[in-house]
């Protein structure tokens, strides 16, 4: 049984015989040319971009009442060459006191718009829960290093009574030791030739 196969060359004279161009429209007196679909590059851009939006740079918080916002900017500067202005505040007030969003929308390609969106939800998903994850992980070796720390400090102070731990203590100053404090404390309180009685050793 010999195969069917299409030639590539047929493929592609099929698809620009049936394709939509892209339209050159107005709106409100501006001229502009509205992509009907994105390249695989620009697509990729588009989701990346409203994703990193979502969320906050320094701990990773997801901020859900930017992501309308950011798919909104994407649409103009993707779709249809907008460049907006760096004020955030500025932008947003420009885009939302305006249909220029709509009246893009009304021109692209519906199937790849949903699956840019679909894409987009599917992406914030998955890197809240690494977020979740990377924050647990941290969390768990956070309870772990304080366990090896009460570990060592059992070793350390296990044969010292809780008398000469307080005395120790007290002998700190701004992070270290102040000499003359650890001195006094360890003095025989019922000795008034300045004797000082020596610090217990733990048993090596």
């Known amino acids: ?49 409203v994703v990193s939006s979502c969320f906050e740079e320094k701990t990773g918080e997801y901020i859900p009442e930017i992501k309308d916002f950011a798919i909104r900017c994407s649409i103009m500067e993707s779709y249809a060459g907008f460049v907006l202005p760096s004020d955030l505040s500025e932008k947003y007030s420009m885009i939302y006191n305006s249909d220029i969003v709509s009246f893009i929308v009304k021109h692209i390609d519906k199937n790849q718009f949903e699956s840019i969106l679909s894409s987009i939800d599917d992406k914030i998903e998955h890197q809240a829960q690494n977020n979740i994850e990377a924050i647990n992980k941290q969390m768990n070796e956070l309870i772990a290093g304080f366990s090896t720390i009460e570990q060592n400090l059992s070793n350390i102070f296990g044969n010292i009574d809780s008398d000469t731990i307080s005395k120790i203590a007290g002998a700190i100053v701004d992070g270290s030791f102040d000499e003359k404090k650890l001195v006094d404390a360890f003095k025989a309180p019922e000795n008034n030739d300045g004797k000082i009685v020596s610090m217990p050793k733990k048993e090596q």
């Open 1 to 49: 049984m010999s195969e069917n196969k299409i030639n590539i060359d047929e493929f592609k004279a099929a698809i620009n015989a049936i394709s939509t161009p892209d339209a050159v429209v107005e709106w409100h007196g501006i001229e502009m040319t509205i992509k009907r679909l994105l390249s695989l590059e620009e697509m990729l851009t588009f989701v990346n971009d």
